[in-house]
């Protein structure tokens, strides 16, 4: 049921920046890009979220591409501790409709 | 700042029992959701509460699984006659608004729930 698809799994070296894709082609306009990760045996842990403009915070970046229909999540210095499952969700703004989490994209960091 | 609090950390059970769950949500935050994850899958949305109101109990199998929110105390999610299926971890989230409002999600560490 999930709207987004995400590679299941992308390595990335120590200090490097990594480019996590999502691909979310039935966005529809009131949509919000939501990301997530979870580390091991922990509960995810909310990342950033944005409409159309690229947002930047203390964690990441994201690009939105221009039709909305992709997205990407960007860690400048990869680091051990960003090793975990990235989740991309769109949540519906105005109105509720549940959240879909699909399997996310696991990351490997690699010293 | 207290974030989620979920309770017990791990739980065993022996077929046939009951299990429940517990969630304190982040302080102020009137709004709760349950999920469940099984070993190397997503999680799937179970259900969606709001004090002491159900909003949405689609993803919650209809059979021996219940969640309150109650006025004053935690949300339990309360499975009963558990199966070894039912083995996985539960999540609990909440957020100051609803889900239409935008607002991020706050995570608990969930429960870690093993059927013998």
């Known amino acids: 049921d999930a709207k987004t698809t995400q590679p299941n799994s992308m390595e990335s070296n120590e200090e490097e920046p990594v480019h996590l894709p999502c691909n979310h082609s039935?966005?529809?306009?009131?949509?919000?890009i939501h990301w997530y990760r979870q580390l091991p045996s922990q509960g995810p842990e909310y990342v950033i979220h944005g409409l159309t403009s690229n947002v930047n915070n203390r964690m990441a970046s994201l690009a939105i591409a221009e039709d909305r229909k992709s997205s990407t999540l960007i860690l400048h210095r990869a680091t051990l501790r960003d090793a975990a499952v990235y989740y991309c969700i769109l949540q519906q703004s105005g109105g509720y409709q549940k959240v879909t989490f699909g399997i996310g994209t696991k990351l490997q960091v690699i010293p | 700042n207290a974030g989620v609090m979920q309770n017990p950390r791990h739980l065993v059970r022996r077929r046939g029992q009951e299990a429940r769950l517990r969630c304190s949500p982040m302080k102020g935050h009137s709004h709760v959701y349950w999920y469940r994850q099984l070993p190397e899958e997503g999680l799937k949305f179970m259900v969606y509460l709001q004090k002491e109101n159900i909003i949405d109990e689609s993803g919650m199998p209809k059979e021996r699984f219940s969640a309150e929110f109650p006025k004053e105390g935690p949300s339990i999610l309360r499975i009963q006659q558990v199966v070894r299926g039912d083995s996985a971890a539960y999540f609990c989230?909440?957020?100051?608004?609803?889900?239409?409002?935008?607002?991020?999600?706050?995570f608990g560490d969930g429960t870690r729930l093993s059927i013998l």
């Open positions: 989230a909440s957020s100051l608004q609803g889900i239409g409002s935008n607002q991020p999600q706050h």
């Open positions: 039935t966005i529809s306009g009131t949509d919000y």
